[in-house]
């Protein structure tokens, strides 16, 4: 069984970035939610264009994971404003980390964390922190075995649709 292969992006990869951001967003949650809502939202914020501007811009390192020539899963990191609970502790979020549905159990996930953890301890981070839908138990399940815990909540607009994310955060 071949490994999947973790690079930093660049900003020749925006367009492929944004293009997969959409796909595997609509392949995690399109049937959880309402057409209406995935629809105003995939519209509005999560735009291919808003995306391909995220890639290069100041705070963000974006990571691809590749298997067998494929792009199967990226993840997005984000220098950004830490949750309260988190006070002034040198951190840096997961924004995003997604595999493509049909690799999912190839080992594209574990990869792609492992690099964001390498990336967040050569930046001299203490913790690392993402949001997770609470009603995604396996993405929960899997930052779980990572040793992530949950330390707070928030909210998060689908469309319409103002939905609860867990904080969850693993010490460096």
């Not at 209406?36 to 939202?41: G, I, Q, S, T, Y």
């Amino acid at each position: 069984m071949s490994h999947p292969i973790i690079r930093v992006a660049d900003s020749n990869d925006a367009e492929l970035i944004a293009d997969l951001s959409r796909k595997t967003f609509l392949e995690t949650f399109a049937e959880q939610n309402t057409a209406a809502n995935m629809d105003k939202f995939m519209n509005e914020q999560f735009t291919r264009e808003n995306l391909i501007k995220e890639v290069g811009a100041d705070g963000n390192i974006f990571l691809i994971a590749e298997l067998d020539g494929d792009v199967v899963g990226y993840a997005r990191l984000r220098e950004s404003e830490n949750p309260p609970l988190l006070n002034n502790l040198p951190s840096i979020e997961i924004a995003r980390i997604y595999s493509v549905q049909s690799k999912i159990g190839k080992g594209i996930g574990s990869a792609l964390m492992q690099k964001c953890i390498e990336v967040a301890t050569l930046h001299s981070k203490a913790a690392i922190w993402l949001g997770v839908w609470e009603k995604n138990k396996h993405a929960i399940s899997f930052y779980q075995r990572w040793g992530f815990e949950i330390f707070d909540e928030h909210e998060f607009v689908l469309g319409d649709d103002v939905q609860k994310d867990w904080l969850m955060r693993k010490m460096l």
